[in-house]
């Protein structure tokens, strides 16, 4: 540890050392610190050192390097540099760093410099002393206009002084003389504000709000803050400023309505005015001053509560009922019909046409897609969600698949509601009969079957009666898929608006910008939760299609299946004669290897995010 | 049948197609061309050092901060000055050289390399992010001659601009070099490069208010205290001539 605070020419005061030349005459021998005194007789020495912190040292446990006290009065030999840090050492490593010492060669003593007569002294306020000490130099009146720097003033102790942002010993180059910001700054001193406005204890103290700060981190600018990726987005010093930090009642302030165009300005341009109304700090539980955030907060967080409730205790009954019928089964020795099927049941008949299976495992791609790029920005606080952040190479190439992904889920959505429209309205037969196509058998829309189904699963389940017959669509798969047209609708609409959320201005108020994240975080939970838990269940873990369903991959099951599954459909076929142009050949082993690695991968890999969003929901 | 292969072709085209958008992501930049002298850490330079104890180690800063702090054993030579006399290297062509500066981001020992190599030296060396390494890894500063810090008040660019407006009694000392001060400077300034402060000073009238102004701001707080020491009073330019053409180009 070399830090010293001496000077080779300057070490001493530089008259010392000429005294204690020209008074050498009369020097003893040893150097006990009577005998230093014999020459440096000034009562900062002889009277002042005495009373201060360092007094039980003596001279030379400071000033060493002084061999023979002949030689150093005949000014032979002088004292080496001071070296504070063999005592000092937390304090010299942490000074290693110090911008005055990197860019400029501070030494201890060039800001201690009353150094022999400093004294312990419980009462001193050290902030005002710390302030003082940084506007010898730094006279900075922006320091000064600020809510801190005045209540430092006025003789506040919580208020932060120029160290508690900047470090003691440990000032930092950040660069920031120039404009500079970069990536570390915004992050080092993000850390700085957060760690006193977290303070629950010193806000109430201060009758501030400690909860601004949890506020910040549920804004996307709080997230990808939080992720470690601290350049593309604002934190505390860039809407606050660094040292002009003041209340935006006050019109110096930043955050002043006046000033706030400029302000966020400095990041955002091609912005509307409303854009401003934006809340960088909301509270979506407080009905009083964000009522609609209130609302929309209520009505997703009822939504995603009432849907699973729903679902999760339908497949657990379900689960239930076809469990015990199975053991039942297994135990009486009974094997279902579709698994023994011979003959004509053999045959492979097609469900999913090559278009819709490629459209299903574009959907798989980029739902996975989506999960894997939002969820680490909702999590942003997780090891997980920054793991993963980091296997995509940033949050800023995580958001380039999120929306790329989007663009995908967009497209194959136009594409199926052209697909509806196709279905519903018909070449050459038009308007005609599109109520009854709507409604009828081959429809993904709802109707009245689907109740009485419902009815009769529920009896079921509890044996009150036999399993329902389905027909083309069962209701849950009807929900699957229309769940996805308001997915889309609250998801893409949302993620729309915050894909440039400066031209969204132009629609919608800033405001509405709050409403949209929140609208697309829930929304995602509800989504990805339904489809890891109650679509997976539903369609493939279920007992007797465990561990997974091929179907919509490969397209075909045998007869016997179809007719075991949807019985109505077999029927409606045969009666139809349709039946023949559905018959397939067998799947190829390449095709069903390809099926069911892909299949397995997406299903392990979604029951593992599982396990990580219930995990960060419930307890991080 | 033919179905069932296209499929198969997609269903393995998909994530392939996933994986190669991936890796084109992941490729990087090319590769910048390595600069013609060879860059060496702190801890090699001190091996080097101690092998050679004449190996010419030079501290490219102005004459008055190379004093003032330096690595030890180090000569004090401004990249300046061998720019324009590069006899004041080492006659043998063959010798290592080690040039290093203030600063991580200073190119002022790249440039005195830069001179030695074209001047057709072979053994060129540049000490990587300068002084603040040596620091860093708790080296060892040497003192010749300490420059007592003052207290330098700055002054931003908008509030240089008024006084200068207001005609208060002010000199602007403009310490970059010829070169920097003939491309752009403010009106008025005077041009004493930091590398000849030290011979120059006793130029610059005493009746004045100095304001220092370097090419960032980092330079001006300790020529500040150098001209303190001789009796000037200083202001110093608050991020140097960058801040002010900011605040011009701002307009």
């Known amino acids: ?620 | 049948m033919a179905r069932v292969s296209n499929n198969t072709l997609i269903r393995l085209g998909m994530p392939a197609a996933w994986i190669v958008i991936l890796a084109l992501v992941a490729c990087g930049k090319p590769a910048e061309p390595p600069p013609p002298w060879k860059v060496i850490d702190a801890p090699t330079l001190r091996a080097m050092m101690a092998d050679d104890k004449k190996l010419p180690v030079f501290n490219t800063m102005s004459e008055i901060e190379c004093l003032d702090h330096r690595i030890p054993g180090s000569q004090c030579l401004a990249c300046e000055e061998i720019e324009k006399d590069i006899s004041l290297l080492p006659p043998d062509k063959n010798r290592v050289l080690v040039f290093y500066c203030e600063s991580a981001g200073c190119y002022r020992s790249c440039r005195a390399a830069g001179a030695a190599v074209k001047a057709g030296y072979t053994q060129v060396h540049v000490l990587d992010k300068g002084m603040p390494a040596w620091k860093q890894a708790g080296y060892a500063m040497e003192t010749v001659e300490r420059i007592p810090r003052g207290s330098i008040p700055s002054v931003r660019a908008p509030a240089l601009k008024r006084m200068i407006a207001e005609q208060k009694d002010l000199l602007l000392v403009d310490l970059r070099s010829e070169r920097s001060f003939e491309e752009g400077h403010i009106d008025g300034a005077v041009n004493v490069p930091l590398y000849r402060l030290g011979r120059d000073y006793s130029g610059i009238p005493l009746d004045r208010t100095l304001v220092l102004i370097d090419d960032r701001g980092f330079r001006t707080f300790l020529a500040g205290s150098y001209l303190e020491m001789k009796g000037y009073r200083v202001l110093r330019l608050f991020g140097g001539m960058q801040a002010w053409q900011e605040m011009q180009a701002a307009k």
């Open chain 1, 1 to 620: 540890m070399t830090v010293t605070a001496g000077k080779r020419r300057h070490g001493l005061p530089a008259g010392l050392l000429l005294l204690a030349a020209l008074s050498a005459l009369c020097l003893p021998s040893a150097a006990a610190a009577q005998d230093c005194r014999f020459c440096h007789d000034e009562p900062l020495y002889r009277v002042d050192f005495n009373g201060s912190v360092h007094a039980g040292n003596g001279c030379t446990s400071c000033h060493v390097g002084i061999t023979n006290i002949e030689k150093h009065r005949d000014g032979k030999e002088r004292p080496a540099p001071v070296n504070c840090g063999s005592c000092h050492e937390n304090i010299a490593k942490e000074y290693l760093n110090n911008f005055h010492y990197i860019q400029e060669d501070f030494r201890c003593s060039d800001c201690h410099r009353n150094i022999h007569a400093i004294r312990k002294d419980p009462d001193k306020n050290v902030k005002l002393a710390i302030i003082r000490k940084c506007t010898e130099c730094h006279g900075n009146d922006d320091y000064t206009a600020s809510g801190h720097g005045e209540a430092v003033l006025k003789g506040n102790r919580d208020a932060a002084d120029c160290s508690d942002c900047h470090g003691l010993h440990s000032t930092r180059v950040f660069h920031t003389s120039l404009e500079q910001y970069p990536a570390e700054a915004r992050e080092f001193y993000t850390q700085k504000c957060k760690r006193c406005h977290a303070d629950s204890v010193m806000m109430a103290r201060n009758n501030l709000s400690d909860r601004m700060v949890a506020y910040y981190e549920g804004t996307y600018h709080g997230k990808v803050q939080e992720l470690g990726y601290p350049a593309p987005v604002a934190g505390c010093g860039d809407c606050h400023t660094k040292h002009n930090i003041l209340p935006k009642e006050d019109p110096r302030s930043s955050i002043h309505p006046a000033n706030l165009e400029a302000n966020c300005g400095r990041c955002h341009s091609g912005f509307h005015p409303r854009f401003l109304s934006y809340q960088a700090h909301p509270d979506y539980t407080d009905r009083q001053k964000y009522p609609a955030l209130y609302f929309t907060f209520l009505f997703m967080g009822g939504l995603l509560v009432g849907t699973l409730a729903f679902f999760w205790l339908h497949t657990i009954l379900w689960w239930r009922k076809v469990y015990w019928e199975h053991h039942r089964m297994e135990k009486e020795g009974i094997v279902p019909p579709s698994v023994v099927a011979t003959g004509e049941g053999l045959q492979q008949v097609e469900r999913f046409s090559v278009k819709y299976r490629i459209m299903h495992v574009l959907l798989v791609l980029s739902f996975f897609t989506l999960v894997l790029t939002g969820f680490p920005l909702k999590y942003a606080d997780t090891e997980w969600a920054q793991t993963i952040t980091r296997l995509w190479g940033g949050a800023h190439m995580s958001g380039l698949f999120h929306r790329g992904a989007a663009l995908v889920l967009i497209i194959g959505m136009i594409y199926v509601t052209w697909e509806s429209l196709k279905f519903l309205f018909p070449k050459g037969k038009g308007k005609q009969g599109w109520i009854d196509r709507l409604l009828g058998p081959d429809s993904l829309f709802p109707n009245l079957k689907d109740l009485q189904d419902l009815k009769g699963m529920i009896l079921w389940f509890f044996n009150r009666g036999e399993a329902p017959k389905f027909d083309r669509w069962t209701y849950w798969e009807k929900f699957d898929f229309l769940a996805v047209f308001w997915g889309m609708f609250a998801i893409g609409g949302s993620g729309i608006l915050l894909w440039k959320p400066e031209w969204s201005s132009w629609i919608v108020p800033g405001w509405v910008l709050n409403i949209a994240a929140l609208v697309h975080s829930e929304e995602a939970l509800l989504a990805a939760l339904f489809i890891f838990t109650i679509h997976f269940f539903n369609t493939h873990f279920i007992p007797n299609k465990f561990p997974m369903d091929r179907l919509i991959f490969t397209g075909t099951y045998r007869l016997e299946e179809l007719k075991e599954q949807r019985p109505l459909e077999y029927e409606r076929l045969v009666a139809e004669g349709r039946l023949e142009s559905l018959k397939r050949e067998h799947p190829s082993i390449p095709l069903k290897l390809i099926s069911a690695t892909f299949g397995l991968a997406s299903l392990l890999l979604g029951l593992f995010l599982t396990v990580l969003i219930l995990w960060s929901l419930l307890f991080a």
